[in-house]
């Protein structure tokens, strides 16, 4: 018998197994929050429920049918000052959810994304300071694809695509829901 043969012959009979999944938790909601608003005087929330003509204009610049019906945008001040929102959402990954969150300015502009949950068994490494700054700064006119103006992490290829698509629906609710709420009404 060749020695890999015993090696793994041995390493399997101990207990070897397959690595275990890579889910991780980088985030609970409190801790995101205070690490998007860590000046804030107050942090409250604005829970928005889908209208049918909502969901329709949604779709529109979607591309898809929003799979909530209601979503909440985390609403930062500081006495009469609009700090900035913050919205916490889900995206499928190859398998798995991935929960994460984005800190928009009061004008719409991604200022920090953040993975809060991730638990796939590949492709954490979109949880890396380098992938995840590369939103910084995108609003609704920029396309926010992966292979786009998103670049795609090897290896991580699904997840870096989800979390493109995850980014640029947090930045169409804002625009649809809160930054110009009556537009949907007025089609």
């Known amino acids: 018998m060749k020695p890999f043969a015993l090696a793994l012959m041995v390493w399997l009979g101990v207990g070897g197994a397959l690595p275990a999944r ?4 980088y985030f609970t909601t409190p801790q995101v929050l205070k690490a998007f608003f ?3 005087q107050r942090v409250t929330f604005r829970k928005v429920k889908l209208t049918p003509a909502q ?19 985390f609403v930062a001040t500081t006495g009469e000052h609009l700090d900035g929102y ?13 929960t994460f969150a984005v800190k928009l300015s009061p004008e719409g502009t991604v200022e920090r994304h953040e993975v809060m949950v991730y ?43 989800s979390m493109a698509v995850g980014v640029r629906r947090a930045l169409i ?15």
């Open 22 to 25: 890579a889910a991780a938790t």
């Open 38 to 40: 860590p000046q804030s």
């Open 55 to 73: 969901v329709t204009a949604l779709q529109g610049r979607l591309g898809y049918k929003p799979a909530k019906p209601e979503y909440v945008f």
């Open 86 to 98: 913050a919205l916490i959402d889900e995206e499928l990954g190859q398998h798995e959810q991935i």
């Open 119 to 161: 638990r796939e068994s590949y492709g954490q490494e979109i949880t890396d300071a380098r992938f995840r700054r590369q939103f910084q700064g995108k609003t609704v006119k920029d396309p926010v694809r992966a292979g786009t103006d998103i670049d795609v992490v090897t290896g991580a290829t699904i997840s870096s695509r």
């Open 173 to 187: 609710l804002l625009d649809e829901l809160v930054l110009k709420p009556n537009a949907a009404a007025k089609e």
